[in-house]
């Protein structure tokens, strides 16, 4: 009788809901693989010296893979900002700036900040913020990381994705990349095209801006995935180009991040 209990509560379990964590490995991985495309000889040398051999692609997951750790659930909010819907930039830019939550934005600041002045820092602390700063840049561009705070940023949206019960949330996580089939490298390789123009403007674009335009593309995300609704091809089509641009302005914004740091 006690072995057939622990079979049910296993089965049971089997079947509880992860916590969601944006753009899964593979859109994390393809962010990082974009990001060390663009990266100077001098940075690539200094993130060696932390990393090892681990690349910038491989460490973007961390944050995610120790989240069932107690010793690192403080980490938990540093993924996402909750935005209520609506907010011109200057009321984005005014909570942001004002912000002192612990959250993606804070928390980015913080780590730029610690890597770029902390000179006392042990090396395996560097390895911790710099694998964290590389997996939440990544996570600001993914827009249910700054989605609503009464859905827990689509957590709380139920849908179908095809015929599979699943979360608004959950389907920018993983189910558009997993969609597209495609591993991380080939993935990186099929959209990293970025325009001289482009370069120059992404640039010159603070934080507080990165998350205005991720935010934007949150609106029309809720706009098009309404509860209890069915998502399939059609919604593939609508939003494959807007999530690409995501993924690549997440790598290139976190080769300038990382560059800036150990420039």
């Not at 890597?115 to 600001?140: A, F, Q």
């Not at 859905?151 to 709380?156: F, I, L, T």
Request: net charge neutral; glycine share 4%; proline share 3%.
């Amino acid at each position: 009788m006690k072995l057939f209990k622990k079979i049910i509560i296993f089965t049971a379990m089997c079947y509880l809901p992860f916590t969601s964590s944006a753009w899964g490995i593979i859109g994390h991985r393809v962010v990082g693989e974009i990001a060390d495309s663009y990266l100077t000889k001098k940075t690539k040398k200094a993130i060696a010296a932390i990393l090892g051999n681990e690349s910038v692609a491989m460490a973007s997951n961390w944050p995610d893979f120790i989240k069932s750790d107690p010793n690192y659930r403080y980490l938990n909010n540093w993924h996402y900002v909750n935005l209520k819907s609506d907010l011109t930039f200057d009321e984005v830019n005014n909570f942001l700036t004002a912000d002192t939550a612990t959250d993606a934005y804070t928390k980015i600041n913080f780590l730029v900040n610690e890597m770029k002045t902390n000179t006392l820092l042990p090396n395996e602390t560097k390895v911790m913020y710099i694998r964290l700063l590389i997996h939440i840049i990544g996570d600001i561009h993914q827009p249910m990381h700054l989605g609503k705070p009464d859905d827990r940023g689509g957590n709380a949206v139920k849908l179908k994705w095809f015929d599979e019960p699943t979360n608004l949330h959950a389907v920018w996580d993983e189910k558009l990349v997993e969609f597209q089939e495609l591993s991380y490298t080939e993935y990186a390789k099929a959209i990293n095209f970025i325009t001289k123009e482009q370069r120059n403007s992404w640039k010159q674009q603070s934080l507080v801006q990165w998350i205005y335009d991720t935010y934007t593309l949150t609106g029309k995300v809720y706009a098009e995935s309404k509860p209890d609704s069915r998502l399939d091809y059609l919604y593939n089509f609508k939003f494959l180009a807007p999530m690409n641009d995501q993924l690549l302005k997440g790598g290139f914004h976190l080769a300038t991040v990382l560059n800036d740091i150990f420039k």
